[in-house]
């Protein structure tokens, strides 16, 4: 889990963690009801925390336990250190559930080189406002990774169009980047949930095995 996620100039970030828990929470009871092991890795621009597979109730407690309370110490995104620990800790084969709002262009390699080995899906979050940003007049955006401030004039058409358009462009980029490498993406809107896209591709995954 990225625990950097934060969206365009920290747009969406408590929404965004809040859908990353839940869903972390959802995946690991599912698990365990199969009898299969539950792991963690906290990732900013470093390796915040990882918790080795394990199996029962009270350990998925514990990774959820430390989902809630854990604080980043790292505010960037760096994907491929957390790609690259997964690769030596996990010598077997496994299910990895990257979720990320992938604001980070520097893991395809990393990405290419696990999914060989392991049975990856990306979990992409994203907010409805980093596409549309609303007419408000001036706002004083913040960018949480790099700790800096601006100003942007909302009422600026262009303005609101030049940033969606390169939201839209890192989104679409990406989403070509797995499809182009048969990489499982999952696509979740804050502002829409998560229920329908998660059963949506569960029951299309096992239509294909």
Known sequence: IDVSASGFFGMGESLKSDIMIELASILSFSAIKNNDKVGLLLFSDQIEKFIPPAKGKSHVLRVIREMIYYRAKGRKTDISIALEHIQCVLKRKSIIFLMSDFWDNTFHKAMKLIHKKHDLINIHISDNAEFNIPKIGLIKFHDVENQSSTWIDTN??????????????????????????????????????????????????????
Request: hydrophobic share 35%.
């Open 156 to 209: 600026s058409r262009q303005i609101r169009e030049i940033i969606s358009d390169y939201v839209i462009n890192m989104s679409n980029t990406f989403k070509s980047f797995c499809k182009n490498n048969k990489i499982d993406l999952i696509s979740i809107d804050t502002s829409k949930g998560y229920v329908h896209p998660l059963v949506q591709f569960f029951n299309s995954r096992m239509n294909r095995h």
